[in-house]
């Protein structure tokens, strides 16, 4: 394969949003309220519809004949590049609103730096995705306000959500391998360079 | 169609008109501003489509139509998607705004205000049925990804908001 390193820094990035989008589409059909069924589909469908953008891209620089559809279903568990966060099973709502939320704001401001990549696909899908992701953000986050500021029990419920959601953002700043790769420079990446820093800007009180 | 070109060639215009978005059928694929470029060259038509949301399946839809739609004149069609520059409601003709109206689904206000409606609960969304504005959000998302749900306390109907999205 002719660029490898960038091949594995896509599917680093495509692959949460494929398994997060998956995730929500278990729950078609069985959200709370219809609002909620929708809303947790339609966001699903945007993330499956950037996953189609990254790997329509990878099968293209992979050089070996390959489809999106490949790159999505033939391979096995353990090649998939995802962070830990994003597969988590759907339990009760504020728990997927809880998962939601803690990827979104993540999400979004990977999506932010990408957009200033020197890869123009790459910064064409993240600007397109900002759009979308900056709503999902806004939606997840009004649940988890809504649930921890609601009765006792929703508000136990999505405490309980984030104490055990909150050990796998640690992830979330693992550098990948290729972010070491010369080939990559100017690229950008899913890490930032200091925990801190991500925290600073990202995880602020609602 | 403000801030970016697009070229089609005249002769293809009319064909294309005909092609209509699947989710919302009174508007074409024109109105909708995602044909960014259609140009004829040996008996084949080369377009590029442009997107509204990432995952949206009408566009699946849309390329397998205008294939179908130039079929009966002899011509092939290419579809490429093109993601840059990012659709806009912007690019919906005034003409398409007015069709989405009368069909009953609210136009894109624009981006404060859309913000105001969707954030702060403003009543600034017209119904398209009786025009007021005595509107509220129902739900963030509706019946497709470009749309949230409203109902209008003046007449009680429920409607769809296009959403702005710059």
């Known amino acids: 394969m002719k660029s490898e390193h960038l091949y594995n820094y896509i599917l680093g990035i495509a692959d949460n949003s494929l398994i997060l989008g998956q995730r929500l589409g278990e729950l078609c059909g069985h959200g709370p309220s219809l609002e909620t069924d929708i809303a947790g589909t339609n966001i699903s469908l945007d993330l499956i519809g950037q996953t189609r953008s990254y790997y329509q891209y990878a099968a293209k620089i992979s050089g070996e004949n390959?489809?999106?559809?490949?790159?999505?279903?033939?391979?096995?568990?353990?090649?998939?590049?995802?962070?830990?966060?994003?597969?988590?099973?759907?339990?009760?709502?504020?728990?997927?609103?809880?998962?939601?939320?803690?990827?979104?704001?993540?999400?979004?401001?990977?999506?932010?730096?990408?957009?200033?990549?020197?890869?123009?696909?790459?910064?064409?899908?993240?600007?397109k995705g900002i759009k979308e992701v900056s709503y999902h953000k806004r939606f997840s986050g009004d649940w988890v306000k809504r649930l921890g500021d609601g009765t006792p029990e929703s508000t136990a419920k999505m405490q309980e959500a984030i104490d055990d959601l909150w050990p796998y953002t640690q992830e979330l700043f693992d550098m990948t391998d290729c972010r070491h790769s010369n080939g990559l420079r100017g690229r950008r990446c899913r890490c930032f360079k200091t925990k801190k820093g991500l925290l600073q800007r990202g995880y602020r009180p609602l | 169609m403000t801030g970016t070109q697009i070229n089609i060639d005249t002769h293809l215009l009319p064909i294309l008109g005909q092609v209509s978005d699947p989710e919302i059928p009174v508007l074409s694929v024109l109105d909708l501003g995602v044909i960014r470029e259609a140009i004829e060259k040996d008996g084949t038509v080369y377009v590029k489509l442009t997107p509204t949301y990432s995952g949206c399946p009408a566009m699946d839809v849309i390329g397998d139509d205008l294939k179908i739609a130039f079929a009966p004149l002899g011509k092939k069609v290419k579809v490429e998607l093109v993601l840059a520059p990012a659709w806009s409601t912007d690019w919906i003709s005034e003409s398409g705004l007015q069709k989405m109206e009368a069909y009953g689904i609210a136009r894109p206000l624009s981006e404060s205000a859309d913000k105001d409606v969707l954030l702060a609960g403003a009543k600034k969304v017209i119904c398209p049925q009786c025009k007021s504005t005595d509107t509220h959000l129902v739900s963030q998302f509706g019946s497709t990804a470009c749309k949230a749900l409203f109902k209008c306390e003046a007449c009680l109907e429920p409607f769809d908001y296009f959403k702005c999205l710059k």
């Open chain 1, 66 to 127: 390959k489809t999106e559809d490949d790159i999505a279903f033939l391979r096995l568990e353990r090649h998939y590049k995802n962070v830990l966060l994003v597969e988590q099973p759907n339990t009760h709502f504020g728990f997927v609103m809880g998962r939601q939320y803690l990827f979104d704001v993540f999400h979004l401001l990977l999506l932010k730096e990408l957009q200033l990549s020197k890869d123009e696909t790459l910064a064409a899908i993240a600007k």
